[in-house]
């Protein structure tokens, strides 16, 4: 696992530790140093920690004009034993709402497992976000099902071509818009 980097194309246009905004505002990354772990195996230092033994995070992007942000997450999304949803929206989405933040792309191709269980926080999340939105963009199948048996697409968006985008070869700003669009054509 210590071979999963976070996406550094980006890195040029936007950087979470030099945002004075992010959460991650300051942190130190070192590239020989593995300091996290998901049970026992060392993970990429580039990856931030959110609290949970079991997910991590990179914020890839955040425009503050159009109110976005785009999160890359790895691990195992366990909300039955560590509440992952609840260090995900505390340690990360709050802070970046309390900024103006109200759409997020979560990008978890490299989420391994999803065990859920209450649906509180989400159900939270998605009434804080008011006119915006939150999309789980190309998640694996088998974590979608178990997402869809706890319902959770009432409060995130995902599916169809939200399941598999090649969001790797457009920036930032396409990706949002490309999202946006596809959201504005589900709408009734």
């Known amino acids: 696992m210590h071979h999963l980097e976070p996406y550094?194309?980006?890195?040029?246009?936007?950087?979470?530790?030099?945002?004075?905004?992010?959460p991650f505002y300051q942190r130190q990354y070192s590239e020989t140093q593995f300091q996290h772990a998901i049970y026992n195996y060392v993970?990429?230092?580039?990856?931030?920690?959110?609290g949970s033994p079991t997910l991590?995070?990179?914020l890839l992007y955040t425009d503050y004009?159009?109110?976005?942000?785009?999160?890359?997450?790895?691990?195992?999304?366990?909300?039955?034993i560590h509440n992952d949803v609840m260090y995900l929206?505390?340690?990360?989405?709050?802070?970046?709402?309390?900024?103006?933040?109200?759409?997020?792309?979560l990008i978890g191709e490299n989420i391994l497992q999803f065990?859920?269980?209450?649906?509180?926080?989400?159900e939270e999340w998605f009434e804080e976000v008011g006119d915006g939105w939150i999309v789980a963009l190309n998640f694996?199948?088998?974590?979608?099902?178990?997402?869809?048996?706890?319902?959770?697409?009432?409060?995130?968006?995902?599916?169809?071509e939200l399941d598999d985008l090649a969001w790797r070869r457009m920036n930032p700003l396409q990706l949002f818009r490309k999202v946006e669009h596809h959201l504005h054509r589900r709408l009734p």
């Open 8 to 22: 550094y194309n980006w890195r040029a246009l936007y950087r979470a530790e030099d945002d004075e905004q992010s």
């Open 43 to 50: 993970i990429h230092p580039q990856w931030d920690s959110i």
């Open 56 to 58: 991590y995070v990179k």
């Open 65 to 80: 004009d159009l109110n976005f942000a785009i999160l890359e997450l790895l691990g195992e999304w366990n909300d039955c």
């Open 89 to 105: 929206k505390r340690q990360v989405a709050e802070p970046l709402m309390d900024e103006g933040i109200d759409k997020f792309i």
């Open 115 to 122: 065990h859920a269980d209450a649906d509180d926080y989400y």
């Open 140 to 160: 694996r199948p088998h974590v979608l099902e178990q997402m869809g048996q706890y319902r959770l697409d009432f409060y995130m968006n995902y599916g169809g």
